[in-house]
């Protein structure tokens, strides 16, 4: 994998340039949080520790996917919530607060990307474990607000 060179990286870009055919797969934010949702209920189901890199919708389920996963404490969890700079969102800070309750100490790390940063326009979700490694990741079309295209990578 080559990575760009601009200081302006884009996820969704790099995987679509790895995948096999760079035909988008367009869906609608419910069909994008069911996305989601599946690969928790893997992670869930299969009690697997992992490291998440997360950038969230600002309107959806994330969420509360990811409190489900984190509910599990006897798995060791990472997640490292991503926002961009000057976009403070109350569910980021919500969610880090009811997890920090949850387990008496946080494993929620957020992480501040730069303001206009590619990466504002786009969501992921990346797991990294032992078991297996998995990207999600969609960007917004610019003629509608409910339709992202998504590249997943596995």
Not at 92 to 121: H, R, W, Y
Request: charged fraction near 15%; aromatic fraction near 6%.
């Amino acid at each position: 994998m080559n990575l760009p060179r601009t200081p302006d990286l884009s996820i969704y870009q790099l995987a679509l340039d790895n995948l096999a055919s760079n035909r988008p797969l367009l869906v609608n934010h419910a069909t994008l949080t069911s996305l989601v949702g599946s690969l928790i209920d893997v992670l869930i189901e299969a009690k697997i520790p992992a490291t998440l890199w997360v950038k969230l919708l600002p309107s959806g389920g994330w969420q509360a996917e990811l409190k489900r996963y984190l509910q599990l404490l006897d798995i060791s969890q990472r997640i490292y919530l991503c926002s961009c700079s000057g976009n403070k969102l109350v569910e980021e800070n919500v969610l880090i607060e009811q997890i920090t309750d949850l387990k008496g100490k946080s494993c929620i790390f957020p992480v501040t990307l730069a303001a206009g940063n590619q990466l504002k326009q786009e969501c992921f979700l990346i797991v990294l474990s032992e078991q297996f490694s998995s990207l999600i990741v969609a960007c917004s079309l610019p003629q509608s607000n409910s339709t992202l295209a998504t590249a997943k990578v596995e």
